[in-house]
């Protein structure tokens, strides 16, 4: 994250990959590069149906006019094609996320209890089951450690109940919109976790990545099974060979990473973008956005 200016920021988004807290040696070649553009992709449809969001410009030729100094000695390659240029928010402390199904840490608790932050669900679901309907599950932003799932009572305390109130209909109502879209393309969209902030004017603004395969778990619908734990197209292939070393406590330093499994990784990343945009990336034309979004909210 840099400062571009009084009021903007640039995200720029690296190949490096971490998993169980621990960021690997090894990059993932083109994941920054799939991380933005996916967002990109995702908020100029979100746009579209009139969703206030913080982003100005992915368009590299906007982004040097609008920053010059990167054109001061700075390598392209360490920002062109996973820079966002975003208008400065106040993040709030809650990570808003919305589960479609059964996975993950969720499944975790309702095995546990039958219960999905604090709230009890139906008894006899399975794994990587579909929910009744989508469901607004909040989790708190840790500086340190693991984020935490926490009820909807909870946010009310922490943003205020209007606040929370707005987060949840924000929040499924851009899940249903990823999902739909991803249903089309032949994909499960099974759980997702947005970022929201409040701008200068004080206006509500969808911040930070958006429905990417690294803020969002995403299934083949030809793989999925309840009762099974499905492939996700994302670092899963970085998970799977980490878990399989034995002796590695999850602590720094991480086992290197076998080539066969970065080149996989990379491929489930690419994998993901072409079907969600029908695009290979690099016929992508990354997308400017409307300064006026959200001005009259």
């Given amino acids: ?23 690997m040696d090894q990059a993932v070649p083109r994941k920054g590069e799939v991380l933005t553009l996916v967002t990109a992709w995702w908020l100029e449809r979100l746009e579209a149906q009139g969703v206030a969001h913080h982003a100005v410009s992915s368009d590299p030729d906007e982004i040097l006019r609008m920053v010059p100094g990167l054109g ?59 929910l009744p309907a989508p469901l607004f599950s909040p989790a708190t932003k840790a500086v340190e450690g693991h984020d935490e799932n926490i009820t909807f009572r909870e946010v009310g305390r922490v943003v205020g109940r209007e606040m929370a109130d707005e987060l949840r209909r924000l929040s499924l109502e851009i899940y249903a919109v990823g999902a739909r879209t991803a249903a089309e393309r032949g994909l499960i969209l099974a759980d997702t976790k947005f970022e929201f902030g409040v701008d200068a004017q004080g206006r509500l603004r969808l911040i930070d990545e958006v429905l990417t395969p690294d803020s969002s778990r995403y299934w083949p619908r030809e793989g999925h099974r309840v009762g099974t734990s499905p492939p996700s197209l994302d670092k899963q292939p970085v998970r799977d060979f980490l878990e399989s070393v034995e002796g590695w406590d999850r602590r720094p330093p991480p086992p290197p990473l076998p080539e066969a499994v970065v080149n996989a990784t990379t491929d489930r990343y690419l994998e993901i973008f072409r079907r969600l945009t029908g695009s290979e990336l690099d016929d992508f034309a990354p997308p400017s956005f409307s300064s006026e979004i959200g001005e009259e909210s």
């Fill in 72 to 130: 001061g000695g700075v390598d392209p390659v360490q920002w062109v094609r996973r820079s966002l240029l975003v208008r400065r928010t106040s993040p709030l402390p809650v990570e808003c996320v919305v589960r479609g199904y059964l996975a993950g840490s969720a499944w975790q608790e309702y095995r546990n209890s039958g219960t999905l932050a604090g709230e009890p669900l139906p008894p006899g679901l399975g794994q990587s089951q579909q």
């Fill in 1 to 23: 994250m840099y400062e571009a200016g009084p009021d903007l920021l640039l995200m720029v988004a690296s190949d490096r990959v971490s998993a169980f807290d621990v960021v």
